[in-house]
């Protein structure tokens, strides 16, 4: 059932995981979240109605990417996101910050907001605070995001500081421009690289600002694991517990359980489409890299017990002849199977919160990769079972 407003209700909390809903017009987000990514209005290599069959409640757009190309006005003329793309459910976009700082050829910061060159074609363009919000409007999202700058871990202290506090102006912009809009929401981002008492001010005076939900950014951009999860325990208890908790960019499988312990509910990453496109797939028995020759006259399905057809019917050594081959339809059976992994994930862990038995599944999971780990090594004679993969979108 959904609702005309913006509402996030904690149906059950197991220490400081919780599981709820977000409900609004356009649908129900079932929370611990994953968002498939759609950065430039499409999940790479799946039909929208597959994503929503493995169980995505929304997906996420890029402003960065889709105001190059095709344009936020174009879309908004052409109906908006939901309609250009196929997909009438919820939609998240993320300001832009982040691809402006990573992708973008050169770049300028100051207060007014960000000029940079298209790693497209070259050409020149703003960003200010007040334009993201209005290109996220022209694309009619549901969710937007703040423009803040992302700063590369490690950094200074003094840097962290000041992209923080720039941060800031800019989230009380972004919330004016964004104003009273009915069933949608604006969420802020806590920023201050791995410094605690930043990360506690930025969530602090962002929590003031009384927005629909908050984001926790600057992570996974470089630091290890352990800083990540740190921060994420450190302003916990400063973000107000009737609102959403996502951890941007996040992550790998055990990114996420590790976050959902402590307490956040929505999460996005490139990896399982990307990583699907690479070779590499993500099941309940850890990663396998689909280019390995042990998987040469490997009969079995990458996991029998899947839900998922690219999952439980198509052989390992199948997928392997397609990945060697680079045939399309090996990217899309990859791409298929991580995403309904993920949605799998996400689904056992909101079950065992609900049951109160969230220790014990995460045990299980971890219990599983571990074994998957064992038996690889045992089947490869140690053989590494990663690839690095290119760092696109």
């Not at 990514?37 to 990417?65: C, E, R, S």
């Not at 694309?139 to 840097?159: A, F, K, N, T, W």
Request: net charge neutral; hydrophobic share 40%.
């Amino acid at each position: 059932m959904t609702t005309d407003q913006f509402t996030f209700t904690v149906t059950k909390t197991d220490g400081t995981a919780r599981t709820g809903e977000i409900r609004m017009p356009r649908g129900v987000i079932r929370t611990p979240a994953f968002m498939p990514v759609g950065t430039a209005a499409t999940v790479k290599a799946m039909y929208p109605d597959q994503v929503k069959a493995l169980g995505a409640d929304v997906v996420l757009g890029n402003t960065y990417h889709l105001m190059l190309r095709p344009g936020a006005e174009r879309v908004a003329r052409l109906g908006g996101l939901h309609k250009f793309m196929n997909w009438p459910y919820p939609i998240l976009t993320d300001s832009g910050g982040f691809q402006v700082m990573s992708l973008a050829a050169l770049r300028k910061v100051d207060e007014s907001g960000v000029t940079f060159q298209s790693h497209i074609d070259g050409s020149k363009h703003f960003m200010s605070p007040e334009r993201s919000i209005e290109i996220q409007g022209l694309l009619g999202s549901d969710i937007q995001m703040q423009l803040d700058e992302c700063v590369r871990l490690p950094c200074s202290d003094e840097e962290a500081e000041r992209a923080m506090r720039l941060s800031l102006r800019w989230a009380e912009r972004c919330r004016i421009a964004f104003g009273d809009q009915p069933g949608k929401a604006m969420f802020g981002i806590v920023q201050g690289g791995a410094v605690e008492r930043l990360r506690i001010e930025s969530a602090r005076e962002l929590a003031a600002m009384n927005l629909k939900g908050y984001a926790i950014g600057g992570l996974a951009v470089g630091e290890p694991q352990d800083v990540m999860l740190r921060m994420i325990e450190t302003v916990e208890p400063y973000m107000p517990k009737d609102k959403p908790r996502y951890l941007m960019g996040v992550g790998t499988p055990d990114d996420i359980v590790e976050a959902v312990r402590r307490g956040v509910d929505m999460f996005d990453c490139v990896m399982p489409t990307r990583a699907g496109r690479h070779g590499q797939v993500f099941t309940k028995h850890g990663r396998m890299n689909l280019r390995n020759a042990r998987f040469a006259e490997d009969t079995r399905p990458l996991d029998e017990s899947s839900k998922c057809t690219a999952s439980n019917t198509y052989s390992r050594s199948y997928l392997h002849h397609l990945v060697r081959s680079n045939e399309i339809l090996g990217m899309m059976l990859l791409t298929w199977n991580n995403l309904a992994y993920y949605q799998e994930l996400m689904a056992g862990l909101r079950k065992a919160i609900a049951e109160g038995r969230l220790e014990d599944h995460i045990g299980e999971i971890k219990e599983g990769w571990a074994k998957g780990e064992r038996d690889s090594k045992t089947e490869i004679g140690h053989h590494a079972d990663n690839i690095a993969m290119p760092a696109e979108g």
